[in-house]
Each structure stands twice: as C-alpha cells, then as structure tokens.
C-alpha cells in the first residue's frame, strides 16, 4: 500500500512538471516576429486623412484640398462635404503636405450673423513589415468648432481650414516610423 501511495505521488509530481514546461511562452504574439534574430522592418506606411468641414464653410466658401503626396505629386481637388484620402509612403524619408483652402463663394447672401467655420478631422495611420503583417493603426481626432460673424468672414479666407506637413522617416533600426513637422 505504501509503495503504491509513493508511486502515485511520484507520478502527480512527473505530471505537474510537465504542465509547467508546457506553459513556458512558447505562444508568440501574431504581432512579435517568430524567430528573434530576424526582426521586421517597416516596408510601407498608409495615411488615410478625413476632414469633414461643417454646413456653413460650405455654404459660403469653395474648398480645395492641395497636396503633395509621397511621391512628390501636387494636385488639388475640390471639397463638396466629407473629403477623405489615402496616401501610400513606400520610400523613406518622405515630404507630404495637405491643406484644406478657402475661396469666399461669389454673390453668397449673408442670411444669419453668425457662421461656423469649423470641422472635424481624423488621421489614421497603418504600418506595415516585412513579414507581411501589419502594426495596429493609430487614430488622431480633432477639429474646431469656431464661429465668424459676417463682417468677419472675408478675413477668414487667408486661412487654410485644415494644415499639415511633415517628413515620414524610420529609426535606425527600421521599425518604427518618425515624423518630423515641417513648418510651410
């Protein structure tokens, strides 16, 4: 009887060693690359930029966004509400540029004294490795909700809506992204 007892608390010890080398940490994060001598690298970087201006900037401004993407292309195009655009860096360092222009609307009848002139914003930013995964993104939010009355609102035109400008470039080690502001 005393031998069988020792048996089976010798096999109970055997099981719980091996329950606990089965719970070494084995289990990687889908986000952590799978052999540690080979980090990932960031191959490419999307911003997807949304501005939305509010009814009454519509109402008495034109609205052109103007930008200068990644590759060093200038376009504009016209804001008629909700403006929303990707842009893909694939080489750093990178220039980007965006604003939001206003151009008072000719023959606009001022009906109201006061005028909002705000909007919302939001910028989000997706990483992606060399491993083929992808970083989280990051979300910014913002806006204003700033008012003008109507004598004011035609020294609001010298003033973009919305603006930014930076360079995208990585760390020496090439997994994380560094912006730098530029001033324009």
Not at 63 to 81: H, I, N, R, S
Not at 114 to 142: E, V
Not at 157 to 182: C, G, H, Q
Request: aromatic content about 10%.
């Amino acid at each position: 009887m005393k031998t069988t007892k020792t048996f089976l608390l010798g096999c109970a010890i055997a099981l719980l060693g091996l329950g606990a080398a089965s719970c070494s940490d084995d289990d990687k994060k889908d986000n952590e690359p799978q052999n540690p001598t080979e980090s990932s690298t960031i191959t490419k970087a999307e911003y997807t930029f949304s501005i939305e201006p509010n009814a009454d900037q519509l109402e008495v401004f034109d609205l052109t966004a103007e930008y200068t993407d990644f590759a060093g292309k200038t376009q504009t195009e016209p804001v008629t509400g909700k403006w929303e655009k990707t842009f893909v860096c694939e080489k750093f360092p990178s220039d980007f540029s965006l604003q939001i222009v206003r151009t008072l609307k000719t023959g606009v009848e001022y009906t109201k004294d006061n005028y909002g002139i705000g909007y919302s914003y939001t910028r989000t930013t997706k990483i992606f490795l060399s491993d083929g995964k992808d970083k989280d993104s990051s979300i910014t939010h913002g806006g204003t909700n700033l008012t003008a009355t109507k004598d004011k609102i035609a020294s609001v035109e010298s003033r973009p809506l919305y603006r930014t400008a930076f360079t995208v470039d990585l760390n020496a080690e090439k997994d994380k992204i560094v912006e730098t502001s530029k001033t324009n």
